[in-house]
């Protein structure tokens, strides 16, 4: 059924009075101490390099400048953060001596305005020397790949194989074995908010106060600590009241906590640091790109005996911690929705040179359905079945269940909501809408996916990664804590305090809900804190806001702490009335006995009472002032000897199918219809599960259709700005059918499972089959890579219409390297062009944004030249040199440009040819190849800006050349067709 | 035209949200930084700062600005409203506000400043605004939460509210 949100609990929620007033306080409105500083961080522009020196006098002389602070500085006050596998690389949160992706930090400044900081970046010169980038995951496991960790004899992090039922003989049984292999690229659901830090160090004892707009897990707590060398005691953690959205991806800003912390206990100032839209996207943290061979052994009907995992992560430059979490949180669900008792399963994980990962909304779910549910599809093509019929065989049909690796699906009923949705989903209409498609010679394709989505981590899955050995010798690791509080003032006013870290969820509007029924409240009379601080509130390891835990796991111990205190209430309550306390009942307000409504005490009267009265409490009663529950459950238990793990509590269902049409010549993805069933348990709030599955949904069409953290393969990167990493906007999103149906899970106390990631795990899949389908009848079985950009499809799709005549296609180019070729027409002599070329006072002149050219040798030129692409403006010490010198005829330039904004290295050849009217025809090809920043952000700009500087560099020559301006339009033709 | 000095202050007056405010901006400063940091009025928020994301859309003279695209020095004499003007009275919500919260049209709250103004602004200068001009004004804006329909949804509730104010009135 789909929910009626006219008739259906869409209560508005608390939080949103002040978020749509502007009063709303997030982590950058926060007040801070008079005298902090703010920071800006110098980042590499290579993938690889080793750090030579780093000279940063001038940005110290630079009045404002309080302090620079480098890895060797850091590495003084901290130690390198844990890594969760055995290995011994060393995670710095700065670079220190070596870079090992763009945008890695190199250098802090510390200014008295982020301004003033800036321009000190500006000023500092780094040297380093590039070393060979590894970028792909499956070339960084190759012997001879450069290796990132000296520490390490290869970029293999952790390897580990699992064997669950007896797989191989399954596979010799089964008539087909059917496999696929894929690549899930790297991407992020990008929250509108930046990471932010506000620290603080006190030498005298207290150690660090620190506020971020840290989402959890609070596993990182202990991490944090161990890195700047303090016990948890010494390092207190505030979250801000309000987050801008998080999606598990301020998970990331725990290495800028380290960073800015010690930068503080270095400067002895308190420090602020608010991240901007080019570092967040470069380098807080991305989704694990991840290489899949998934086969499957399958009997002749569809039904799958076996699963075969081969995955490689790609973790990027450090393990970071909590990974390889991405890779082990749906360890206990790699069969997904389907009952398959045979397993094997080999995981890698490698570093490369891109940035590293970590969580990120869906966290391991989108990597594993896309596998998953492309080898479904595949399954029914190659058997000539209807998808349909595949998924409905394989479907788990009764529960509890028990997977092959080890977790226990809670509740379910996958078979119904399957049914249901096929049914109300209207179906049968999308497949006359692919019929008539076809029909009129569209391309237009119908997708299905079918996931489980978990929800409420066990803290103890992580450790699947070490062997059972290694585990017996550090200790089983288990369990998924929440804790809630609640108390009671002296007039009465219940306030509750929870360790969910919302960010944008309503949780505080869920939990006031919660508690104000127990106690017969209104909601509005109930007051919910969700700033977490790890100094005053009661937390483990597992608080946060992460695997969908809120609804099921943190209003379990609300609802656990509600009860508990209403039952002590009842007992002050049940004296003072004369009743029993089983009798008490709490509504409107007022406390009475069952059956007597007459007779009432005002709620306020029995909460203040261990204030003011406690006298009149029961006599082996404690005073009632705050109740803290903490709710654990038992079924999280630690990785068995057989690596068996419960890696969740809670596991949802979800079944989704849509239509898709493309676009024969754009090759443009259009997603015509989509449904999506959900069983996340019992429903505590229409409003808010709806706008979790919205939300979901538009991450996932950005993910499928438009957004890549894309690399070059020199590991520049390639998606600085929105421009670049396009986030749909409204226009982009489809129309989304949505259905429910209700399995409550019987382990938590609000019957409540996850509903936030499923559509992140589905959604890209169930889009990519759609397209599958769709290229079926011209191109049979495909493998898709995400996104589904128009250029991907079009390769697809029919040859391009003949180039018209005289078109000459641009040469291949790899990364963001640039070619072009042009000619120029100028008056002068060839001599003349020669010798203005050769002569550096002339070259300041022409050169566009030279600062002065001066001439180290015969055959080098070094200048200072701003130049500008896009919005990124900067200034670049720029050295030529000339070779093959064959005067005045041609010439060929080497050259290397280098600056704050990033780097670039070209060769050109110019040639001078004498035209009959004694003129000069200068022909002209380069190419190019650059890094850094200005790739990162003006990219798309590169070859316009490249073509400009070109034709002003003429301009000017011509001018120059010509002795007057006025000369220039009869003396200059411009006919560039630079690519 | 007013002459500006790279690294000096310059004054600068302008009408935030109907009163007169003076304060002193290098010429360099972005008009979201000098809101917000140096005039002390944190609803507007910064999302991406190169003019994508829409979060820190403002109104300036009537029409709508980004305002980490524009410099302070720029609103010299301008008038700016951001998302605190839209409220008729403290503790209160404007019919727009009002429909957003009853639609779950904002889950973080982060972006929604800066789309509360442009459909203000939309409502306000076109009141017979329907769903494509809504959506057009929304394309303007990026949103990580909502998915965008109850935002849709809400605008159009509002504009039907407010048509029908209009008519009563």
Same mark, same amino acid.
Do not use: I, W
């Given at each position: 059924m789909a929910f009626d949100t006219k008739t259906a609990d869409v209560e508005e929620r608390i939080e949103d009075g002040a978020l749509l007033s502007g009063s709303a306080q997030f982590i950058d409105d926060l007040p801070f101490a008079v005298g902090t500083l703010h920071a800006a961080i110098l980042r590499s522009p290579h993938a690889h390099a080793s750090i030579v020196s780093i000279d940063s006098s001038r940005a110290r002389a630079l #009045?404002? $400048?309080a302090a620079v602070i480098d890895g060797t500085a850091l590495a003084k006050v901290s130690e390198p953060l844990m890594v969760g596998v055995k290995i011994p690389i060393k995670c710095w949160p700065m670079a220190v001596d070596r870079a090992r992706y763009v945008g890695e930090p190199v250098v802090v400044v510390l200014a008295e305005d982020r301004y003033v900081a800036e321009d000190a970046l500006d000023l500092i010169e780094v040297t380093y020397t590039p070393l060979p980038p590894v970028i792909d995951p499956e070339a960084a496991l190759d012997m001879n790949a450069y290796v @990132?960790?000296? /520490? @390490? /004899?290869?970029? !293999?992090g952790s390897e580990r194989t699992f064997r669950y039922g007896d797989p191989e003989s399954a596979r010799e049984a089964a008539p087909r074995c059917i496999a696929v292999k894929v690549r899930y690229p790297r991407n992020s659901c990008t929250p509108m908010e930046t990471y932010g830090v506000l620290a603080e160090y006190d #030498?005298?004892?207290?150690?660090y106060d620190i506020q971020a707009n840290f989402q959890g897990p609070f596993s990182i707590h202990p991490v944090i600590a161990r890195a700047l060398k303090v016990s948890g005691s010494k390092l207190r953690l505030r979250t801000a009241p309000n987050s801008g959205g998080s999606f598990g991806v301020k998970q990331g800003v725990f290495p800028y906590i380290v960073l800015m912390a010690a930068c503080a206990r270095i400067a002895a100032r308190p420090v602020k640091w608010i991240e901007d839209r080019l570092e967040h996207l470069t380098a807080s943290v991305s989704a694990t790109n991840r290489v899949v061979e998934l086969q499957a052994a399958v009997e002749p009907d569809g039904r799958v005996t076996a699963l075969f995992w081969d995955q490689i992560e790609d973790v990027g430059a450090y393990l970071r911690a909590p990974e390889p979490a991405t890779l082990y949180r749906m360890h206990g669900n790699l069969c997904g929705a389907y009952d398959i008792a045979n397993l094997s399963v080999r995981n890698r994980i490698v570093m490369t040179n891109k940035t590293p990962t970590g969580l990120n909304r869906g966290f391991g779910g989108p990597q594993i359905y896309y596998a998953l549910e492309r080898l479904m599809q595949r399954i029914a093509q190659e058997l000539e079945l209807d998808p349909l019929d595949v998924i409905r065989r394989n479907l788990i049909s009764s529960f509890p269940y028990r997977t092959a690796s080890g977790t226990t699906y809670d509740s379910g009923d996958y078979v119904r909501a399957f049914d249901v949705a096929l049914n109300d989903g209207r179906y049968g209409e999308l497949l006359s809408r692919r019929d008539l498609a076809r029909a009129a010679g569209r391309i237009y394709g119908i997708g299905l996916t079918a996931a489980v989505e978990p929800s409420v +981590?066990?803290?103890?899955? @992580? +450790?699947?990664? !070490?062997t059972p050995a290694q585990r017996a010798k550090s200790g089983p690791k288990n369990g998924a804590h929440a804790a809630a509080t609640i108390s009671l003032d002296p007039v009465g006013s219940v306030t509750v305090q929870i360790d +969910? $870290? #919302?960010?944008?969820?309503?949780h505080q509007t869920v939990a006031a809900k919660l508690v104000s029924g127990v106690l017969g409240l209104? +909601?509005?009379?109930v007051r919910v804190v969700a700033e977490f601080d790890t100094a005053k509130d009661a937390w483990s390891i597992a608080a946060g806001n992460y695997s969908s835990r809120f609804a099921a796991s943190t209003l379990s111990a609300v609802q656990l702490a509600a009860d508990r205190l209403r039952h002590r209430l009842a007992r002050i309550a049940a004296g003072q009335l004369n009743g029993r306390p089983e009798d008490i009942v709490f509504a409107g307000g007022r406390v009475h006995l069952n059956g007597n409504p007459e007779a009432s005490i005002s709620f306020a009267r029995i909460a203040s009472a261990s204030h003011w009265a406690p006298g009149t409490l029961p006599d082996d009663m404690d005073p009632v002032v705050r109740e803290t529950a903490i709710w654990s459950p038992e079924e999280l238990a630690a990785p068995t000897g057989e690596d068996g793990i419960n890696s969740s509590l809670c596991h949802s269902f979800i079944f989704d199918f849509c239509g898709v049409e493309i676009d024969a010549v754009s090759g443009q993805v259009r997603v015509d219809r989509y449904v999506t069933m959900h069983d996340c348990g019992r429903v505590l709030h229409a409003g808010m599960v709806e706008g979790q599955i919205r939300g979901a949904f538009a991450q996932a069409i950005g993910a499928s259709l438009f957004e890549e953290f894309a690399y070059g393969p020199d590991g520049a990167f390639l998606a600085g700005t929105f421009a670049d990493y396009p986030v749909p906007t409204v226009l982009e999103i489809p129309t989304l059918d949505i259905l429910h149906i209700e399995t409550p899970s019987p382990l938590t106390l609000t019957g409540a499972k996850g509903v936030g990631e499923g559509n992140c795990m589905s959604t890209p899949v169930c889009v990519a089959n759609a397209v599958a389908d769709a290229l079926a009848p011209k191109c049979g079985a495909v493998d898709l890579v995400l996104p589904l950009t128009p250029a991907r499809i079009a390769e697809f799709l029919d040859a391009e219409p003949a180039a018209p005549e005289g078109y000459q296609p641009a040469a291949p180019t790899t990364g963001k390297g640039l070619t072009g070729r042009g000619r120029a027409k100028v008056s002068a002599s060839p001599q003349a062009i020669w010798d203005l070329l050769m002569d550096p006072e002339q070259l300041a002149a022409i050169i566009p944004g030279a600062h002065g050219v001066t001439q180290p040798s015969e055959d080098r030129f070094s200048a200072d030249v701003t130049l500008g692409v896009g919005p990124v403006k900067g200034r670049y010490k720029v050295d030529v040199a000339l070779s093959e010198l064959d005067p005045p005829s041609s010439a060929l330039l080497t050259g290397r440009a280098a600056g704050a904004l990033g780097m670039g290295e070209g060769t050109g050849r110019v040639s001078l040819t004498v035209l009959p009217d004694g003129g000069t025809e200068i022909a002209y090809e380069y190419e190019a190849r650059v890094g850094g920043k200005v790739a990162s952000v003006g990219g798309r700009l590169l070859d316009g800006a490249a073509r400009i500087v070109i034709g002003q560099f003429f301009t000017a020559l011509g001018r120059r050349a010509g002795g007057q301006r006025s000369l220039f339009a009869r003396l200059f033709v411009w006919i560039g067709d630079g690519k | 035209m007013r002459r500006l000095i790279a690294d000096q202050t310059h004054s600068i007056s302008l009408k935030l949200n109907g009163k007169p405010v003076h304060a002193e901006a290098e010429p360099r400063m972005l008009l979201s930084d000098f809101i917000r940091h140096v005039l002390g009025a944190k609803g507007t928020h910064v999302g991406c700062e190169h003019g994508v994301c829409g979060a820190c859309t403002v109104r300036m003279d009537g029409g709508l600005a980004r305002s980490c695209l524009t410099l302070a020095v720029q609103a010299d004499g301008a008038e700016i409203e951001t998302v605190e003007h839209l409220a008729p009275a403290p503790g209160s919500l404007s019919v727009l506000q009002n429909s957003f919260r009853r639609h779950h049209a904002l889950q973080c709250g982060f972006c929604t400043a800066g789309i509360l103004m442009s459909l203000d602004t939309l409502l306000h200068d076109h009141p017979e605004a329907g769903e494509t001009e809504i959506r057009d004004a929304l394309a303007g804006h990026l949103c990580r939460c909502t998915g965008y329909e109850p935002i849709v949804t809400a605008a159009m509730e509002a504009a039907k509210i407010l048509q029908k104010e209009r008519l009563n009135a």
């Open positions: #009045p404002g $400048v @990132l960790h000296e /520490e @390490l /004899e290869n970029n !293999l #030498p005298h004892g207290t150690g +981590s066990n803290m103890g899955y @992580l +450790s699947t990664a !070490l +969910s $870290v #919302p960010q944008g969820q309503g209104r +909601s509005k009379d | -």
